[in-house]
């Protein structure tokens, strides 16, 4: 089989896979205020249904975008340094994150203390002087249930937090082993042919979900995250190791359909399995669970192979379009979160039929993603924070590496 290679110093099928796999997030972060699921702020009116389609996506949305990452960081490693790899990794990545838990991420919380003295009436909770007490650690947010708002947070800017901590990581790796790309590149050509492609991640993934997951759940609180790291930090090294693999490249393009089909009845069978014990006292067997547990591995893999082998298959072109959303899906990221939950506060109150709030809360957010990004990058400074090498007025002919 023979198909377009992709420029040796970029990949246009992984970059329109971290720009689709983004606008899949923010579409999932606007379902989370209506599925029963917790959120910072909810709907009056929770839609128990809409949980098998945000099945589609949980299992390996974030497991997707680590991967990506880790394919773009192999691309600039090869070309510099590793003291000029680690800088400017920083530099792209910590000025958004610090000035995101002081700026952008506080009105998330904020509604949420909101909507929670709204629920409990009488509660001593206030919201007075919120920032400040917000980045002083000093509000005091605590529920009935004794469980506290922790302030400052990151909430969903802790997958920069994690990216960046990976990428230090990677840096040390690098400076004791520096062709490490090409060894576990060799590695992972050696390990993922046949059935080994789907069935190695599978059990490793299974692996970690049986063992590390009942014991220390997902916190994305960095320290003691040990199932989170153990599947996150894996993804991001596989990417390192098979960005640059036309071998493997190849075996997701021939596999692609069998793991769309693995993939589809896995995310049947584990959306089922949610279903049936979706309620919060729900005691599934243990030997179910256990295989559930698989199950949930199997979807993560096999449609992260699909989607791979699709997007190498019939993504290989770049052009204005991908240029500017490759530098705009970061500011994106930023501000999306915070754009829902102000909005999705706000229209509960109007009283509108649910699916045309919906739509306008999904329209709204792309705007004001498209808006943020049109403004900032343009300001000087401003953009430094928004993730943005300069201030595009003029447009940059080739687009930064992936985040």
Not at 157 to 168: D, I, K, P, R
Request: aromatic fraction near 14%.
């Amino acid at each position: 089989m023979t198909t377009t290679a992709s420029s040796p110093d970029r990949r246009y099928d992984l970059d329109w896979i971290r720009v689709g796999a983004f606008f899949l997030l923010i579409l999932y972060h606007v379902g989370m205020f209506y599925v029963p699921w917790d959120f910072h702020v909810k709907t009056p009116h929770p839609v128990a249904a809409l949980m098998p389609f945000m099945l589609l996506t949980n299992p390996w949305r974030l497991t997707l975008l680590f991967l990506v990452s880790g394919a773009a960081t192999r691309f600039m490693a090869d070309k510099t340094t590793v003291g000029k790899l680690t800088w400017a990794r920083i530099k792209r990545l910590l000025p958004p994150l610090l000035f995101a838990m002081v700026v952008i991420v506080p009105p998330q919380s904020y509604y949420q203390v909101v909507e929670y003295i709204a629920a409990h009436p009488g509660t001593p909770l206030t919201v007075d002087n919120f920032w400040l007490r917000y980045v002083t650690a000093s509000g005091h947010w605590c529920g009935t249930d004794g469980k506290c708002l922790t302030t400052p947070t990151w909430n969903h800017m802790w997958f920069v937090a994690y990216l960046l901590f990976y990428v230090l990581v990677l840096a040390v790796i690098l400076l004791i082993w520096r062709k490490a790309g090409e060894h576990i590149q060799a590695g992972a050509e050696r390990a993922l042919k046949g059935v080994g492609l789907i069935v190695w991640p599978i059990l490793f993934l299974g692996a970690m979900r049986a063992l590390l997951y009942p014991r220390f759940g997902e916190t994305h609180a960095l320290i003691g995250d040990h199932y989170v790291h153990a599947v996150s930090f894996s993804a991001f090294l596989l990417g390192f190791g098979l960005a640059k693999s036309e071998t493997l490249r190849q075996r997701f393009i021939a596999v692609r359909w069998p793991a769309l089909g693995l993939a589809v009845a896995a995310w049947a069978g584990w959306a089922t399995y949610v279903w049936v014990y979706r309620a919060d006292d729900a005691n599934p067997p243990e030997a179910l669970r256990m295989v559930m547990r698989f199950v949930f591995a199997s979807d993560t893999w096999c449609a992260i192979v699909a989607i791979l082998g699709f997007g190498a298959k019939h993504l290989n072109k770049g052009g204005p379009a991908l240029r500017y959303l490759t530098l705009g899906v970061f500011p994106f990221y930023l501000v999306h979160q915070t754009l829902i939950v102000i909005m999705a506060h706000n229209l509960a109150k109007l009283g509108l039929p649910q699916g045309l709030e919906a739509l306008i809360l999904i329209i709204g957010t792309f705007v004001g993603c498209f808006a943020t990004y049109e403004i900032v990058r343009r300001i000087p400074v401003v953009c430094w924070l928004f993730g943005l090498k300069s201030q595009p007025g003029v447009e940059a002919s080739r687009p930064p590496a992936l985040a």
